[in-house]
């Protein structure tokens, strides 16, 4: 019993240490927030009125994840969508096969700014209800944290054309006109494959 308590003491005592080492070691920097660009900014010299055109800027983060926040949306196709002409059949595996800044495959070529069918999961922006746009996976949302990462090439901007709906939790089929982005710059904000999807079952 008394070997006990003398590891639960010294337990107590090693992490009172390391929380007076890592809180005295982040005490010079209390006075500097970073934006998305990661440079700091000095808090002191920031005036934190709406008026503020610091806070204006889109590089400094604001806003919240409860749909405060706006996503940007990508160039979608200036072609005409055709309700009426062919959906081929789309799969992921055939997505993956293109790698930004490498030469676009000719199968996902000849898809583009065509009409497509794609089954995968959806992933919600900014509503869970009344959406008409959201992120289509090859893997469902908030899987398992062993699960293998979901990659640029394995994401779908999907826009509604004249249609809303809800979060949908199982697998979902999209039909539109698919476009693909072959200017991507940044791999992890940047979307390479974009559907004004018509139809979505």
Do not use: W
Not at 39 to 64: A, M, P, Y
Not at 72 to 81: G, I
Request: glycine share 4%; charged share 25%.
């Amino acid at each position: 019993m008394k070997e006990k308590i003398k590891y639960a003491i010294f337990g107590i005592f090693v992490l009172s240490v390391c929380i007076l080492l890592f809180s005295n070691s982040n005490s010079k920097d209390k006075t500097y927030i970073y934006n998305t660009n990661g440079q700091k900014i000095d808090v002191r010299q920031v005036n934190f009125s709406s008026e503020n055109n610091l806070l204006k800027d889109s590089t400094v983060k604001r806003g919240s994840f409860d749909g405060d926040q706006t996503v940007p949306a990508p160039k979608m196709s200036a072609k005409p969508f055709d309700p009426n002409a062919p959906f081929t059949k789309l799969t992921f595996r055939m997505l993956r096969t293109y790698i930004p800044g490498k030469v676009l495959p000719e199968d996902i070529k000849t898809l583009n700014e065509n009409n497509v069918e794609i089954l995968g999961f959806m992933t919600p922006l900014n509503a869970l209800e009344n959406m008409d746009e959201f992120l289509l996976c090859s893997a469902p949302p908030l899987s398992c944290y062993c699960a293998p990462p979901i990659f640029i090439n394995e994401i779908i901007y999907v826009k509604l054309i004249n249609k809303r709906t809800d979060f949908k939790t199982g697998a979902v089929r999209i039909k539109g006109q698919f476009h693909v982005n072959t200017d991507v710059k940044d791999e992890y904000s940047d979307i390479i494959y974009t559907i004004n999807a018509s139809d979505i079952e």
